[in-house]
């Protein structure tokens, strides 16, 4: 029997971080990973393969539509499925090697196979059983079913298969307009699906700025992508090379089927627990299959923890990774903290959306005083010279001290944009603080010092 400070039960963003911070701060670390390559979802299935996909597939839009128009003739490129599949699993085999590098490097015990706890302070893999003063879940998630709906991850897939079909499809069936039907979905739209986006509500990705889910909806139309809104799924029927997907809308029960090659379901994620035998711990869990933990990531058994998507919050790589991080600290005896609200949110598709902090909706709802600053991409020079000009930074300010309270982007970068604003707000800057810090000319982020500049006396460009 092997004897650690610490094991760690999933090597996701949130499960390796943790490990290789409590590694570096003297603890005694294993980590327990079943899959044969450590990442998670993330690396494996999830941010990292969605993302060579989103980049090859930009790169054939460009083609397609702007080159012409800036003077680069000739035929567009064409594409080969598999090597597009491979450029991607190259990408994820480096990043996941990368992982297995760090673990070996911060001398971390990879113990191969699915681990459970017998026992508070014990971990079992597979025969044998390690001890552990701390033993930390991060278990991660898994797509949620649909009733209805049975997954053969060849017809009917979720993401995991979306990431890996045999053919590009001719027509897609999307359900969910969440961030995994609409990153996937436009990857298959740039690709020459013809996809058609089913989605429960009457907005797409819940919980955004109002005006950004507006305007983002509008421009993935008119990038050709359908939209049947307020419609709750009923069932998908497929054989081996076809599924139907019936619906009905919410407002009048009309029913309607729409035909598919692919119907990726896409319609959330759920924690990830099965056989870590939690039952029998007595480990609480929340209404919704989270396991419950106190500020300190403690579960209600002693010297249990949880992180990352298995746990109460957003379901994203870097808030697994910050707690994964910041639990490692606690438990070597520091006094870190994490403000949640402070956790950006991206979008990568193109144009790429990026949100930090109070959306306006939430701010009207908690009855507080803010003003709004807007800067259209459009009057942004190095945004018309890339000819990526649409859309817009918003930034949302306390209206009496000028204290930012949020911001929403829509437009070229805004996924690297926000992190200049996540930075403000950190340092709990205000609107004006943004507005005269020097920006370099042309960038992108001009766009951000002109919203900043917007809630003060007025931007300068618009
Ligand atoms: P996971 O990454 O799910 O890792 C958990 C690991 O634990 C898994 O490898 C699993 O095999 C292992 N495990 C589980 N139980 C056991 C056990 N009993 N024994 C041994 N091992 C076990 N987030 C972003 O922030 N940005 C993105 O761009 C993004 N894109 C995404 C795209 C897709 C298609 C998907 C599906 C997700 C995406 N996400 C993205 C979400 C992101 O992947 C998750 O939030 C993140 O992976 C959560 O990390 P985690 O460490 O909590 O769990
Ligand atoms: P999601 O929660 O973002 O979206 C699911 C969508 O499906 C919602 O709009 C919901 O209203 C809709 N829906 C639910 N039931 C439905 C039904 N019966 N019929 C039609 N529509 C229905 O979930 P998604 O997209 O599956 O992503 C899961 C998680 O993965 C998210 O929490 C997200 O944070 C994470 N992720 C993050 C990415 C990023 O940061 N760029 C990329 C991809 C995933």
Redesign the pocket.
């Given at each position: 029997m092997s004897s650690y400070d610490v094991i760690v039960?999933?090597?996701?963003?949130?499960?390796y971080v943790c490990a290789i911070r409590a590694a570096q701060l003297g603890l005694k670390t294993a980590i327990?990973?079943?899959?044969e390559t450590l990442g998670?979802?993330?690396l494996?299935?999830?941010?990292i393969p969605?993302?060579a996909l989103l980049h090859a597939s930009h790169q054939l839009h460009e083609a397609e539509h702007n080159f012409a128009h800036m003077g680069l003739k000739g035929k567009s490129p064409s594409v080969d499925w598999k090597q597009m599949l491979a450029f991607k699993q190259e990408v994820v085999d480096a990043n996941t090697a990368g992982v297995e590098f760090l673990m070996k490097k911060n001398k971390i015990d990879w113990l191969k196979?699915?681990?459970?706890i017998p026992a508070a302070g014990q971990v079992k893999v597979g025969d044998d059983v390690h001890e552990a003063k701390h033993i930390i879940i991060?278990?991660?998630?898994e797509p949620s079913a649909l009733p209805g709906v049975e997954v053969d991850e060849k017809v009917v897939v979720t993401?995991t298969g979306a990431?890996e079909l045999g053919k590009i499809p001719k027509k897609m069936v999307v359900i969910g307009a969440g961030v995994?039907g609409l990153?996937?979905g436009s990857v298959y739209k740039r690709l020459g699906a013809d996809v058609t986006v089913v989605e429960f509500l009457d907005s797409v990705t819940p919980g955004m700025d109002g005006e950004v889910q507006r305007t983002f909806q509008r421009m993935l139309k008119k990038q050709g992508i359908n939209f049947v809104m307020g419609a709750a799924v009923q069932k998908v029927e497929a054989n081996k090379t076809k599924a139907k997907v019936h619906y009905k809308l919410r407002k009048n029960d009309a029913e309607d089927v729409i035909e598919a090659d692919t119907v990726l379901v896409a319609t959330g994620?759920r924690p990830?627990v099965d056989?870590?035998g939690l039952e029998a711990l007595g480990v609480e869990m929340t209404e919704r299959g989270q396991i419950k933990t106190d500020a300190h990531y403690a579960t209600n058994v002693p010297g249990i923890y949880a992180?990352?998507?298995?746990i109460e919050g957003p379901?994203?790589?870097?808030k697994?990774e910050d707690e994964g991080g910041i639990l490692a600290e606690m438990l070597a005896g520091q006094k870190p903290h994490m403000d949640y609200n402070l956790i950006p949110g991206?979008i990568?598709t193109a144009p790429e959306v990026a949100s930090v902090g109070k959306t306006e909706e939430q701010l009207k709802e908690e009855g507080r005083a803010y003003k709004v600053g807007k800067f259209q991409f459009m009057a942004n020079g190095r945004a018309r010279a890339s000819m990526a000009a649409e859309g817009f930074v918003k930034i949302l300010a306390d209206k009496d001290t000028d204290r930012v309270l949020g911001a929403h982007l829509i437009g070229p970068a805004a996924g690297e944009l926000i992190h200049e604003i996540c930075m403000a707000m950190e340092f709990g800057a205000a609107a004006e603080d943004i507005a005269r810090t020097c920006h370099a000319h042309p960038t992108f982020s001009e766009a951000v010092r002109e919203a900043a500049m917007a809630c003060g006396d007025g931007a300068i460009h618009a």
């Open positions: 039960i999933g090597a996701g963003p949130g499960g327990v990973e079943g899959r998670g979802t993330c494996n299935v999830g941010c969605s993302k196979g699915w681990g459970s991060a278990s991660g998630s993401s990431l995994i990153e996937l994620r990830f056989g870590l992180i990352g998507d298995v379901m994203l790589a870097h697994a991206v990568y």
